[in-house]
């Protein structure tokens, strides 16, 4: 009787204690939000300059093998209304009352590309369990290995842009995203939709490089004449020419939300009405990790409990096998 309850005040003394310390150990700080690394590569879309003549849907499509989409019952055309696990990249149209002036707010239409934002500190990495998703650290392109993917769809639950689409109607249904024409890099091109853009409204670059010619166009007078550079910002030849600068908003999207994305937009009509999301300057991806970890951390503690327990019952268990038969007192 002695020994059964030195054995539960053996254990409930221990129990006590393994969680007195889990508890302590499972308190995480939150990481920082990763930043951009310095040679990061991206893309500057600027709306003003966009006409909607949606080349570079069409040359994203041929960059990366995918099939036409109709939302046309002829179909005569590649008509693809939303990103998709076969569209990657899709020029919208924000419209409002008679539509009668380009980049007006009030009685004006816009245009808007949706394709991957190459964020600075992606969730969609963040959430992949198989590392299907990866962030190279050199170029910060957020690449997409179809071999190692499993089909979670974590990935499409995570991102806050509504990117990583999966191809619902395929047996070996993959993820489809941009990731920013790496596979043409090795043959002198880059990003298609850059390449093909007659306007220069999507440009590809260096992010840095990005960074600065956005900020040199938000410093201009409306309706002034600049340089407008097109292709490719940090190398090849100069395509530039001369044209109007816009009305533009006095943000850089992406400069900071999300804690930074590769692709930046400019744009004469509020983001958040042009279909872009607020978004905080931390990303989930710092958030829901540190929760995760923390949730780890604290499923150590039962583990802990349970562990110290069985020690204390073997021990106590082993002194009353030891224990002479006819000792004095035993039961
Ligand atoms: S190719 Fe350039 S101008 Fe044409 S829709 Fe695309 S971004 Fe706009
Ligand atoms: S936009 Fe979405 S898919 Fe692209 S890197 Fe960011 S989280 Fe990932
Ligand atoms: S970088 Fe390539 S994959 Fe990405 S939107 Fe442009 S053309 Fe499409």
Same mark, same amino acid.
């Given at each position: 009787?002695?020994? !059964? !309850?030195? /054995?539960?005040?053996?254990?409930?003394?221990?129990?006590?204690?393994?969680? $007195? *310390?889990?508890? $302590?150990? $499972?308190?995480? =700080? *939150?990481?920082?939000?990763?930043?951009?690394?310095?040679?990061?590569?991206?893309?500057?879309?600027?709306?003003? %300059?966009?006409?909607?003549?949606?080349?570079?849907?069409?040359?994203?499509?041929?960059?990366?093998?995918?099939?036409?989409? /109709? +939302?046309?019952?002829?179909?005569?055309?590649?008509?693809?209304?939303?990103?998709?696990?076969?569209?990657?990249?899709?020029?919208?149209?924000?419209?409002?009352?008679?539509?009668?002036?380009?980049?007006?707010e009030?009685?004006?239409?816009?245009?808007?590309?949706? +394709?991957?934002?190459?964020?600075?500190?992606?969730?969609c990495?963040?959430?992949?369990p198989v590392?299907?998703?990866?962030?190279?650290?050199?170029?910060?392109?957020?690449?997409?290995?179809? =071999?190692?993917?499993?089909?979670?769809?974590?990935?499409?639950v995570?991102?806050?842009?509504?990117?990583?689409?999966?191809?619902?109607?395929?047996?070996?249904?993959?993820?489809?995203?941009?990731?920013?024409?790496?596979?043409?890099y090795?043959?002198?091109?880059?990003?298609?939709?850059?390449?093909?853009?007659?306007?220069?409204?999507?440009?590809?670059?260096?992010? +840095?490089? %990005? %960074?600065?010619?956005?900020?040199?166009?938000?410093?201009?007078?409306?309706?002034?004449? &600049?340089?407008?550079?097109?292709?490719? %910002?940090?190398?090849?030849?100069?395509?530039?020419?001369?044209?109007?600068?816009?009305?533009?908003?006095?943000?850089?999207?992406?400069?900071?939300?999300?804690?930074? &994305?590769?692709?930046?937009?400019l744009?004469?009509?509020?983001?958040?009405?042009?279909?872009m999301?607020?978004?905080?300057?931390?990303?989930s991806?710092?958030? +829901?990790?540190?929760?995760?970890?923390?949730?780890?951390?604290?499923?150590?503690a039962?583990?802990?409990?349970?562990?110290?327990?069985?020690?204390?019952?073997?021990?106590?268990?082993?002194?009353?096998d030891?224990?002479?038969?006819? =000792?004095?007192?035993?039961?």
């Open positions: 009787m002695n020994c !059964r !309850r030195k /054995f539960l005040e053996g254990c409930l003394g221990a129990a006590g204690t393994a969680l $007195v *310390a889990s508890a $302590v150990s $499972v308190r995480v =700080e *939150a990481r920082d939000t990763y930043q951009r690394p310095p040679e990061a590569l991206g893309l500057l879309y600027d709306a003003t %300059l966009c006409i909607g003549c949606k080349a570079c849907v069409a040359a994203c499509k041929q960059a990366n093998d995918n099939p036409a989409e /109709f +939302s046309t019952t002829d179909k005569l055309w590649d008509t693809p209304l939303d990103t998709s696990g076969y569209t990657f990249n899709i020029i919208k149209m924000y419209r409002s009352g008679t539509m009668a002036t380009k980049d007006d009030t009685n004006g239409y816009a245009f808007m590309k949706t +394709s991957c934002m190459h964020c600075a500190d992606p969730s990495v963040s959430a992949c590392t299907a998703m990866t962030k190279d650290p050199k170029t910060g392109i957020v690449a997409y290995d179809a =071999e190692a993917c499993v089909g979670c769809r974590y990935c499409v995570a991102c806050p842009f509504g990117i990583p689409k999966y191809q619902y109607d395929s047996p070996t249904g993959k993820i489809g995203k941009c990731e920013l024409c790496r596979h043409r090795k043959d002198g091109h880059y990003s298609a939709c850059a390449e093909v853009c007659p306007t220069g409204a999507t440009l590809y670059g260096r992010t +840095s490089d %990005l %960074l600065s010619e956005a900020k040199r166009r938000l410093a201009l007078k409306p309706g002034s004449v &600049t340089t407008y550079p097109r292709g490719n %910002l940090s190398g090849g030849p100069d395509q530039s020419y001369e044209g109007y600068v816009g009305n533009y908003k006095q943000h850089i999207y992406g400069e900071t939300e999300y804690g930074g &994305t590769q692709v930046l937009k744009s004469a009509v509020d983001f958040e009405k042009v279909g999301p607020y978004l905080s300057p931390n990303s991806a710092s958030t +829901s990790e540190t929760i995760q970890h923390t949730l780890y951390g604290g499923l150590l039962p583990f802990a409990v349970l562990g110290v327990m069985t020690y204390v019952a073997k021990r106590n268990v082993h002194h009353e030891d224990a002479p038969a006819d =000792e004095p007192g035993k039961e």
